[in-house]
């Protein structure tokens, strides 16, 4: 991989990593803005509850998102980036512009979602 190309994956990680922490900062705001209003009638506090809790879900899969792409800055700087962690065979370009924090290669992400089924 050349310097353009990590140069690249790294600004788009660093870029996505912003968005996730503006995401979970702005539920968090919501959240509270809600719990504040001083609804009263138990409906109001009923979807005020569900919305925080599908906050809640929301924010959990960001902060792991933000924990691989961590991995992955770290990769970079590692000068391992963009191998497969489990046959360290090159991860096809492609997949990464998908998924820029991909562990592993299309072949090794299939093995690794069977296993985690059975």
Partial sequence: MTQNDLDYFKKLLEDRKIQIK????????????????????????????????????ISAQQKAELDEIDRALSKIFNQTYGVC?????????????????????????????KTAKQ
Avoid at 89 to 113: N, Q
């Fill in 22 to 57: 503006k995401n979970i900062a702005d539920a968090s705001k919501e959240v509270d803005s809600m719990r504040s209003s001083g609804a009263s009638d138990e409906m109001d506090i009923a979807l005020i509850n569900t919305d925080e809790l599908i906050e809640q879900s």
């Fill in 85 to 113: 962690e489990m046959c360290e065979e090159e991860i096809a370009t492609a997949r990464l512009k998908a998924k820029p924090h991909a562990r592993y290669c299309i072949v090794c992400r299939e093995i690794v979602e």
